[in-house]
């Protein structure tokens, strides 16, 4: 495995690559062995903390940071190359930023562009960058960041890339608490506070419909205090309102503030039958 810190010697042409920032778990190492697994073609990691998808600088501050520890673990779960570009290779200063076409399900409200507006103007430009950068065949993304997912998928079929989008379903701790780089900042209480984002999206599964699945959502947010973002039933793919009597996938999604550190968690939604 060779770690490449610009794009000089990259050669990753034809790649199956997984964005990251870094701080790596056991959800990132996922991806890269479901890419190892899938395609005999290069395997590329990226870990780069992008600055234009953090509205909040302390945050992109406290971000943590461990390119030796991140490559062992690339290594070991299968990828060949560990791109870590500067953010000069990135955004090079002397080249005006391309713009890059944002997808109508990367902007609804109260999803996440409500709380970090222009948060996926970031992932839109940074993910077009490394696609620009690496020109991968495929491109491994987190159903954890569903709205992420769904706003990738689109705008690869914008932008008419020829580049498939894979899917990795959710790691979770033990005790049903979505991995996130994140987790790190929780103290010991709010770390089991924590908890009531999955037991949030179990007990929406026991709704007749998406309007009472948010209400059983919020009542487990309010229990233990949280800052609700949001607590909704949406369809899986536009993330609009659910029609009624729809028969298309749906998802319920929560995000909160728990101990000051923003959570997010989604899981496959229908409505419970009424016997
Ligand atoms: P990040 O480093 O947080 O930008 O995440 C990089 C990729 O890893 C994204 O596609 C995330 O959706 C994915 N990811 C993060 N946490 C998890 C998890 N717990 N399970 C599956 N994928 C994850």
């Not at 390119?67 to 190359?81: F, K």
């Not at 033990?174 to 709010?190: C, E, F, Q, V, W």
């Not at 607590?231 to 536009?238: G, H, L, S």
């Not at 909160?256 to 899981?267: I, K, Q, S, T, Y």
């Amino acid at each position: 495995m060779r770690i490449e810190l610009t794009a000089d010697k990259l050669n990753a042409a034809g790649c199956a690559l997984i964005p990251t920032m870094g701080a790596l778990h056991e959800g990132h190492l996922s991806l890269v062995r479901l890419a190892r697994a899938r395609t005999d073609r290069p395997v590329v990691a990226t870990v780069f903390v992008n600055p234009t998808q953090f509205n909040d600088p302390a945050d992109l501050e406290r971000y943590p940071r461990d390119l030796e520890r991140d490559a062992v673990l690339c290594a070991e779960a299968g990828a060949d190359i560990v791109f870590a570009p500067a953010v000069e290779t990135v955004y090079p200063p002397d080249q005006p930023r391309q713009p890059v076409t944002i997808p109508p399900v990367a902007h609804l409200p109260q999803l996440e562009d409500a709380g970090r507006p222009g948060h996926f103007e970031g992932v839109c430009q940074v993910v077009s960058r490394l696609f620009d950068l690496c020109q991968p065949v495929a491109a491994v993304f987190g159903e954890k960041d569903w709205q992420q997912l769904q706003t990738v998928r689109a705008m690869v079929t914008l932008q008419h890339r020829p580049i498939d989008i894979w899917a990795g379903p959710i790691v979770r701790e033990s005790d049903g608490l979505a991995m996130s780089s994140r987790n790190t900042h929780l103290d010991d209480k709010h770390r089991l506070d924590a908890r009531a984002l999955y037991r949030a999206l179990n007990a929406s599964t026991n709704a007749p419909d998406p309007s009472s699945a948010e209400a059983l959502m919020h009542a487990e947010l309010e229990a233990i205090n949280a800052d609700i973002q949001y607590a909704a039933v949406r369809d899986a793919e536009t993330l609009m309102p659910l029609v009624e009597h729809t028969d298309r996938p749906a998802r319920a999604l929560v995000c909160a503030f728990v101990g000051g550190v923003r959570l997010l968690d989604n899981a496959p939604w229908q409505p419970r039958r009424q016997d």
